[in-house]
């Protein structure tokens, strides 16, 4: 499960001892309800799909990621993949910080800087009919060919130069572009940060509105327009979400995950899971929970 600040930044679990690198072959379905809750974070993400496809949100919108395509998602950007139908899909992360490829003061204020600064520019849909498109997934593929290689991290950067210089070649970047942040997706990280802090409490709407400084009609538009839901279903996945993380991942029994939640009992929590998931608690982590012995669930 992604792990997060309470800025709503994933806390990222570098690969590379000194690299601020991440590369993982990934399955959707390792994800509570084939969902990664919303984030960001001040890495360059590219995703390639390996096999099925899966919808990706970025800022609140949605595109649909067909198995040998990816995306690229700008530093900052508010960012989420999922599957409606609970479809498998297995594809690569790669992560790399910018600070990696900032070799000198000239070259991150000439190459580097006009990209991450552009928030006009929140991603990137690569698709293989599109030539550069497709020599930015062929290098995401040559890279994690090369896993195991005692070089890998000096082979990263060198790609990732390389695709800078193809988005400079073919993106409209000004070299005098500043940081200019959609107000609407700082309220979002506001809202959604309130919610992380809090889902173990009583939090009603009126909560999450006054948490970004808005009025409850506009948290629920905000909501509708990056989530594609009501900040109370959305309280509820992520209060859902947390209950798998913990049915995988420890022995705490049903009834106190429940509570540990946010759910008022046992009962409410197993009808909601099983309406979310398909499956009863039990039933869930009889299947990918760890091994309880002798411990009733």
Same mark, same amino acid.
């Given at each position: 499960?992604?792990?997060?600040?309470? =800025?709503?930044?994933?806390?990222?679990?570098?690969?590379?001892?000194?690299? %601020?690198?991440?590369?993982? @072959?990934?399955?959707?379905?390792?994800?509570?309800?084939?969902?990664? %809750?919303?984030? $960001?974070?001040? @890495?360059?993400?590219?995703?390639?799909?390996?096999?099925?496809?899966? @919808?990706?949100?970025? =800022?609140?919108?949605? &595109?649909?990621?067909?198995?040998?395509?990816?995306?690229?998602?700008?530093?900052?950007?508010?960012?989420?993949?999922?599957?409606?139908?609970?479809?498998?899909?297995?594809?690569?992360?790669?992560?790399?910080?910018?600070?990696?490829?900032?070799?000198?003061?000239?070259?991150?204020?000439?190459?580097?800087?006009?990209?991450?600064?552009?928030? $006009?520019?929140?991603?990137?849909?690569?698709?293989?009919? &599109?030539?550069?498109?497709?020599?930015?997934?062929?290098?995401?593929?040559?890279?994690?060919?090369?896993?195991?290689?005692?070089?890998?991290?000096?082979?990263?950067?060198?790609?990732?130069?390389?695709?800078?210089?193809?988005?400079? @070649?073919?993106?409209?970047?000004?070299?005098?572009?500043?940081?200019?942040?959609?107000?609407?997706?700082?309220?979002?990280?506001?809202?959604?940060?309130?919610?992380?802090?809090?889902?173990?409490?009583?939090?009603?709407?009126?909560?999450?509105?006054?948490?970004?400084? &808005?009025?409850?009609?506009?948290?629920?538009?905000?909501?509708?327009? $990056?989530?594609?839901?009501? %900040?109370?279903?959305?309280?509820? !996945?992520?209060?859902?979400?947390?209950?798998?993380?913990?049915?995988?991942?420890?022995?705490?029994?049903?009834?106190?995950?429940?509570?540990?939640?946010? $759910?008022?009992? !046992?009962?409410?929590?197993?009808?909601?899971?099983?309406?979310?998931?398909? &499956?009863?608690?039990?039933?869930?982590?009889?299947?990918?929970?760890?091994?309880?012995?002798?411990?009733?669930?």
């Amino acid at each position: 499960m992604i792990k997060l600040n309470e =800025n709503r930044s994933e806390r990222i679990s570098y690969k590379f001892k000194d690299y %601020p690198i991440f590369l993982e @072959d990934r399955l959707l379905s390792s994800y509570p309800g084939y969902a990664a %809750p919303s984030h $960001f974070h001040e @890495d360059l993400e590219f995703i390639y799909i390996k096999s099925g496809k899966m @919808d990706y949100s970025v =800022n609140g919108n949605t &595109v649909t990621l067909e198995m040998g395509e990816g995306i690229f998602v700008n530093s900052r950007a508010l960012h989420y993949g999922f599957s409606q139908k609970c479809e498998q899909c297995s594809f690569i992360c790669l992560l790399i910080h910018p600070m990696l490829l900032s070799i000198s003061g000239p070259f991150a204020e000439t190459f580097l800087y006009p990209l991450i600064n552009n928030a $006009f520019l929140p991603f990137i849909h690569l698709k293989r009919e &599109v030539f550069w498109h497709e020599s930015i997934l062929d290098e995401i593929l040559s890279i994690n060919g090369r896993k195991g290689d005692k070089c890998l991290p000096a082979y990263i950067v060198s790609s990732a130069l390389k695709i800078l210089a193809i988005l400079y @070649d073919n993106l409209e970047l000004r070299t005098d572009c500043t940081i200019r942040e959609d107000n609407d997706v700082a309220l979002m990280r506001k809202m959604l940060s309130y919610i992380e802090r809090n889902y173990m409490q009583k939090i009603s709407l009126e909560g999450i509105a006054e948490s970004g400084g &808005v009025g409850e009609s506009k948290c629920c538009k905000l909501f509708a327009r $990056f989530l594609k839901q009501s %900040p109370m279903a959305y309280l509820q !996945s992520y209060r859902l979400g947390i209950g798998a993380h913990l049915l995988e991942n420890s022995r705490i029994s049903i009834t106190d995950i429940a509570l540990e939640c946010g $759910f008022s009992d !046992s009962s409410y929590f197993a009808g909601c899971f099983r309406k979310w998931a398909g &499956v009863s608690p039990k039933e869930y982590r009889r299947k990918k929970g760890p091994r309880l012995e002798g411990q009733g669930l």
